[in-house]
């Protein structure tokens, strides 16, 4: 059976940092990332990797998210630094086995950036 679970979601001031972690059970994933989704907003893209290829970052967050993986652990996680209020959102998980699979998805951990 498939599992994500993500861990370290919170609340933290402008200009804070936080680490996202995601841990997936079941079959190695070829592509994962995350994915986060404000209220009254479309879920959006994060950060995406393929194993043994390049990741992507949303425009909005290059330059403050870093996105490390460890494949033989398969784990995600997502480096968050100089956090602003419009990063305040559910954070997904995301993992695929192959670029076009089926995508599964955690539970989401909450992040906060207020003072």
């Known amino acids: 059976q498939v599992q994500l679970v993500e861990s370290g979601g919170g609340l933290v001031q402008p200009g804070g940092s936080l680490r996202l972690s995601c841990v997936a059970s079941?079959?190695?994933?070829?592509?994962m990332g995350w994915y986060r989704q404000a209220p009254g907003k479309q879920r959006e893209l994060v950060a995406t990797?393929?194993?043994?290829?390049?990741?992507n970052y949303a425009d909005s967050v290059k330059g403050r998210f870093t996105l490390s993986r460890d494949t033989v652990r398969n784990m995600v996680f997502l480096q968050m630094n100089n956090l602003k209020p419009e990063d305040t959102a559910v954070y997904y998980c995301?993992?695929?086995?192959?670029?076009?699979?089926?995508?599964?998805w955690g539970q989401g951990t909450q992040v906060t950036v207020s003072s």
């Open positions: 995301n993992a695929r086995v192959t670029s076009t699979s089926f995508p599964y």
């Open positions: 990797a393929i194993s043994g290829g390049s990741t």
């Open positions: 079941g079959p190695i994933f070829s592509v």
